[in-house]
């Protein structure tokens, strides 16, 4: 999901939760051994484009489905001022964290291979 941001997505993941707490009363989702919010977490990944106050719902959102967007050139792209941004709105983070998001994530999801000098130097290309 991109272009969006990913302050929704804790919303989202609160209501289906909220919901799945009738699903016995209209059998909606009775026989089904994974809640909702976990299939939207399962199965999706969102795109952090200047998300500051949600990043510290990122455990929420799993740290593992959040990319960072930049998409260069576009009016929802960082661009100039790419670093600047994301080193202000991932303030805190760990470097573990800061590694899935801005590289490591999309390049599982995309099966796209990153060279070994680039893992053990990021300054390296």
Partial sequence: MSEGGIGWV???????????TYSSMYGTWEGI????????KR????CAVEDPSTMVLRDRIGIDHI??????PHSDSLWPRTMEVV????????AD?????TWENASKLYRHPVPQSVIDDPNSF
């Fill in 97 to 101: 964290e800061l590694r899935k998001i």
């Fill in 67 to 72: 990319l960072l967007e930049e998409d260069y």
């Fill in 33 to 40: 051994d994974i809640s909702p919010a976990d299939v939207l």
């Fill in 87 to 94: 080193s202000e709105s991932m303030k805190g983070l760990s």
């Fill in 10 to 20: 804790p919303a989202l993941l609160d209501r289906l939760d909220h919901m799945n």
């Fill in 43 to 46: 199965n999706f990944w969102f």
